[in-house]
T-cell receptor, first 117, second 116 residues
């Protein structure tokens, strides 16, 4: 079974509007972490936001927020006030059972976001 | 900040030659670094986990003699693609794990390898 599911292969959003990118996960661990990364066409992977499974509040980083619904096992990324530079591939990832180091990430298939002017 | 440098960003080589890719954490120490491979329009595939001072741990199906990994210091890991062939052409990207406080992986810019 897929551990990380991103059901939207591609999304369009109008500049200055908000967009939600979906991510659901599957784990039996109580302690885990959820991440979002942005990959522009240049290829680099840019860390955006992190949510720990025990964090009571949804994570926010500037225009990025993570809508964490633990019971539904979803961790959707919300980008507010979209900009043309937000056009990129977005990956959701999960880390299970955190160790002191060497924690693997499992990535979803990604969602391509295109911002229209 | 957490900056990871990867070099080279692009390399073309002849079939049969070896190529070395470097991954450096510039402003933090990384006990663990990771090497991924990415095919066009696909997600990242973990190849191996690189641990400072010890042997790398390879994922199932990844040839350890083909993809040599060395993690000689807390800021440098190298991936050597030995006797490269056209099917090794791909995008390779590394990450370094910053332990404190959230064990976040920060990525390099990636290396595009083309084997002729």
């Amino acid at each position: 079974a897929q551990k990380i599911t991103q059901t939207q292969p591609g999304m369009f959003v109008q500049e200055k509007e908000a967009v939600t990118l979906d991510c659901t996960y599957d784990t039996s661990d109580q302690s885990y972490g959820l991440f979002w990364y942005k990959q522009p066409s240049s290829g680099e992977m840019i860390f955006l936001i992190y949510q720990g499974s025990y964090d009571e509040q949804n994570a926010t980083e500037g225009r990025y927020s993570l809508n964490f619904q633990k019971a539904r096992k979803s961790a959707n990324l919300v980008i507010s006030a979209s900009q043309l530079g937000d056009s990129a591939m977005y990956f959701c990832a999960m880390r299970e059972a955190a160790m002191e180091y060497g924690n693997k990430l499992v990535f979803g298939a990604g969602t391509i976001l295109r911002v229209k002017s | 900040g957490a900056v990871v440098s990867q070099h080279p960003s692009w390399v073309i080589c002849k079939s049969g030659t070896s190529v070395k890719i470097e991954c450096r954490s510039l402003d933090f120490q990384a006990t663990t670094m990771f090497w991924y491979r990415q095919f066009p329009k696909q997600s990242l595939m973990l190849m191996a986990t690189s641990n400072e001072g010890s042997k790398a741990t390879y994922e199932q199906g990844v040839e350890k003699d083909k993809f040599l990994i060395n993690h000689a210091s807390l800021t440098l890991s190298t991936l050597t693609v030995t006797s490269a062939h056209p099917e090794d052409s791909s995008f390779y990207i590394c990450s370094a794990e910053k332990n404190s406080p959230k064990n976040i992986q920060y990525f390099g810019a990636g290396t595009r390898l083309s084997v002729l």
